[in-house]
C-alpha cells in the first residue's frame, strides 16, 4: 500500500513557475514508476507525465513538453513536478500517481494503483 500527498499547488500568473511535489508513505517507493495526471473543470482527466523507477526514463503529453520537467527522488520518497511558462490553459487539479506493475512507463489511469487527493493549480491570464 502506498499514500501519496501532493502539495505545491495555487494561483500564479500566465508565465509564472510552480514545484509541485508528490510524498509516498511506505519503504518500496523507489519500485514504482509514477506520474502526474491534471483534470480541469468539465474535462476528463489528461495524463501529464510519468517517470520510471529508477527516473532514468521520462515521458509527457505534447502540450507540457519542453515547459514542464518531472523528476524523483527515491531517497526521500518524492516525486517532483517542475512547471514552467504556465498558461491559463494548464489550470486543473493536479493528482499523482504509482504504478508497480506495467513494465512499460505507463500513460493511462487505469495502469495506475494509488492516487493522491490532488493539488489546485490555477493561472490567471
Known amino acids: 500500500q502506498v499514500q501519496l500527498v501532493e502539495s505545491g499547488g495555487g494561483l500564479v500568473q500566465a508565465g509564472a513557475s510552480l514545484r509541485l511535489s508528490c510524498a509516498a508513505s511506505?519503504?518500496?517507493?523507489?519500485?514504482?514508476?509514477m506520474g502526474w495526471f491534471r483534470q480541469a473543470p468539465g474535462k476528463e482527466r489528461e495524463f501529464v507525465a510519468a517517470?520510471?523507477?529508477?527516473?532514468?526514463?521520462?515521458y509527457y503529453v505534447g502540450s507540457v513538453k519542453g515547459r514542464f520537467t518531472i523528476s524523483r527522488d527515491n531517497a526521500k520518497n518524492t516525486v517532483y513536478l517542475q512547471m514552467s511558462s504556465l498558461k491559463p490553459e494548464d489550470t486543473a487539479v493536479y493528482s499523482c500517481?504509482?504504478?508497480?506493475?506495467?513494465?512499460?512507463?505507463?500513460?493511462?489511469?487505469?495502469?495506475?494503483?494509488?492516487w493522491g487527493q490532488g493539488t489546485q493549480v490555477t493561472v490567471s491570464s
Open positions: 500517481a504509482a504504478d508497480r506493475t506495467h513494465p512499460v512507463l505507463p500513460t493511462k489511469a487505469y495502469q495506475y494503483d494509488y
Open positions: 511506505g519503504r518500496t517507493f523507489s519500485e514504482y514508476a
Open positions: 517517470i520510471n523507477r529508477s527516473g532514468g526514463n521520462t
